[in-house]
Structures are given as structure tokens and as C-alpha cells.
């Protein structure tokens, strides 16, 4: 098959891409000079629809998988209408070329749980409204329209967007919480961070990219679009982590709290339902937090 992934040289791009290559024609793409041994890769901007359109019309694609936004929530905060122009302008690009050029065809979007907003004390289904305040929520909902608004166009093609919760593993920018917490450790630092009681749905990159190759493998024709939470319906504190931590290293991890760190856009307690995707795919998560963080801290090189 041909399949594209924008965000190619990403933290879930770079595993998908080495994932699919062996069995499949990968090109991923990206904003930034990046060496693939094992797929072709393009320095090309979502934004720029002439160099896209060439791309479809070469490959006529069997699955797009768009992994490309901006996902750090200080970037968006501090860059608004440049996060939203490359969510909803890039969108729209690729969108559109695939249902010009692709035929019974996937397009797989990946969202985030941040869309539903609010506290639910129960895990979130696909059925909870979507009522986004967390501004990366925001940015990923009004995508999901967008998507939706041209679904229609090639009735031949079917989309997929994932509500992916709370993404970590080795190769993750340390602006999210757990890399943060681990090149600390590395390094030997105090770890400053904000609200460590907030509770999130963890869920390890390794079982985000096994749900990816299964909707390569199966396809699904009952409807033209859906919605699936890739979750792990299990939440865990920064502090819940500090304590898996401590006892996976035997010592002592020192911590500063930083009012700056915490958020007024989030609420205390998120986690996700990810019953209607195992249905579909009979998917589930495999890896457990203490396995995911054990195999972080021996990926680098901190414990044996």
C-alpha cells in the first residue's frame, strides 16, 4: 500500500513510519530536514497545497495518517493563529486532495481526549459531549469539523479520528511532563512542575502505534466517518508517577512546585473509555504504566 504520514519526523510519526515500512510504500513528510532508512521522506509544509497536490497525484494513497499539529499547549497559547492556521488550513489541504485523488481510501486524524472537556468522574465515551475549554482541545475540535464538513465529497473513502489521551515513551520532547521528569533524573535536577495531583489517562506510544497498523490491516465500511478514544480507561498523577519512579530507581526524586507550571484550563481527573475501538479492532492496551516507565528509564540508559 501507499500510505502518507504528515508529521513524519514527530514522536508518533518516526514509530509509525519504521512500524509500516517493511510491508508498505511509507512517504512521510514534515516541516523539517529529517533521514528516513526506510521510507522517503519530503520537506513539505501542510500548508503548501501545490507541493501536496503533486505528492497525491504521484501516489494516489490507500491511507493518509495526519499526525502533523502543533500539540505542546504553551506553543499554541503563545502562537494561536499560526497553530490554528496549520490544524485548519492544513487539514483542509490534505483533506481535500485526498478525496480528489484517493479512492477507498483512509484518512486517520489524530485528535486528543482534550476535546470533551469538563470533569467526568467516569472515563469518557465517544457518546460524552465535546465541549472543549483546554485550548489544544479547541484546536483539535474545530479540525475534527473540518474533517467532517468534506467527508461527504468521495463517498468511496472513509475517516477515522482518534481521541488519543495522554501519548508518552522514550523520543517524547521533555515539554511534556514524563520526558520532563526523566532528563531531570538524567541530569540530576530538582524537577519543578505544577499540579502533581491532576489525574490523566497515560497511555504508552508502543500501544497508540499497534491501534495505527491495525486500521492499516482492516477496514472498516459500516459508516463514512468515525470517532474512537485510544485510551486506556486507567488514570495516574504526576505524583502516582513520582512514586513509580522512586521505587523502579530506589531513591529519592527531589521536586519544586511552580505556581507558573499549572494550568486554568484543565480539569482534575481525565481518562478515556476505549470500548467501541476494541469492538471494532479488538485493540486494547497492552503496556501497564510501571512497564511503560520501566522501559523508558532502561531506553536511557538510567536503569539496567
Known sequence: ????????????????????????NIICIGRH?????????????????????????????????????????DEIVNNKEKSLEISLNGTQN??????????????????????????????????????????LGKSKYLTE??????????????FIILRIFNVYGSGQRDSFVI????NSIKNNQTIPLGNIDDKRDYIHVNDVISCLELISKKRLLESNIEIYNLA???????????????????????IAIEDNRKRSDEYSVEFGDYAKLK??????PKIPIEDGLKLILQQENILD
Open 94 to 135: 490534505l483533506i481535500t486532495l485526498f478525496n480528489k485523488y484517493c479512492n477507498n481510501a483512509q484518512f486517520v486524524y489524530s485528535s486528543t481526549g482534550k476535546v470533551y472537556g469538563g470533569y467526568h468522574k467516569e472515563a469518557i465515551n465517544e457518546n460524552t459531549p465535546a465541549i472543549p475549554e483546554n485550548i
Open 33 to 73: 530536514n529529517h533521514n528516513f532508512e526506510k521510507c522517503v521522506y519530503k520537506k513539505i509544509d501542510i500548508l503548501d497545497k501545490n507541493s501536496l497536490e503533486d505528492l497525491f497525484k504521484k501516489y494516489k494513497f490507500d491511507i493518509v495518517y495526519h499526525l502533523a499539529s502543533v500539540t505542546f499547549h
Open 232 to 254: 486506556t480507561k486507567k488514570t495516574n498523577s504526576v505524583r502516582d508517577i513520582l512514586n513509580i519512579l522512586e521505587k523502579l530507581l530506589n531513591k529519592k526524586i527531589n
Open 145 to 158: 469539523k473540518i474533517i467532517d464538513y468534506y467527508c461527504t465529497d468521495n463517498k468511496t473513502n472513509n
Open 279 to 284: 469492538k471494532a479492532y479488538n485493540w486494547e
Open 1 to 24: 500500500m501507499n500510505i502518507l504520514v504528515t508529521g513524519g519526523n514527530g514522536f508518533i510519526g518516526r514509530k509509525l513510519c519504521d512500524k509500516l515500512a517493511a510491508d508498505n
Open 179 to 182: 520526558p520532563h521528569i526523566i
